[in-house]
């Protein structure tokens, strides 16, 4: 089992950054993939980013590319997701979570913290 809290949101203008933060419990935490996914209003979730059990490995959006970074700390249980260049349609609650594989299907993750709200005004 493992149990999620993300900290980090806020309002920020565009063109500006965040750091989102994921605090993990548990100490099976480096074995999971971590993901970041994101939910606006009147949309579905949808997936942002992920990185394997080392952090050897990450995968994005297109529509984050080049403008975030996901990052694992695994020694403080940690995974962070720095947002760079942000713009309005980044707006939506952000919500890390921990699958077994990499996946940008949120049904294979199987843990999820509450989620933070990002708010990026024009």
């Known amino acids: 089992q493992v149990q999620l809290v993300e900290s980090g949101g806020g309002l920020v203008q565009a063109g500006g950054s965040l750091r989102l933060s994921c605090a993990a419990s548990?100490?099976?935490?480096?074995?999971?993939?971590m993901g970041w996914f994101r939910r606006s209003p009147g949309k579905e979730r949808e997936f942002v980013a992920w990185?394997?059990?080392?952090?050897?490995?990450?995968y994005y959006a297109n529509s984050v590319k080049g403008r975030f970074t996901i990052s694992r700390d695994n020694g403080k249980n940690m995974v962070y997701l720095q947002m760079n260049s942000l713009k309005p349609e980044d707006t939506a609650v952000y919500y890390c979570?921990?699958?077994?594989?990499?996946?940008?299907?949120?049904?294979?993750?199987?843990?999820w913290g509450q989620g933070t709200q990002v708010t990026v005004s024009a």
């Open positions: 979570a921990a699958a077994s594989g990499p996946n940008t299907d949120s049904k294979a993750f199987l843990y």
């Open positions: 990185i394997t059990w080392s952090g050897g490995s990450t």
């Open positions: 548990g100490r099976t935490f480096s074995s999971y993939v």
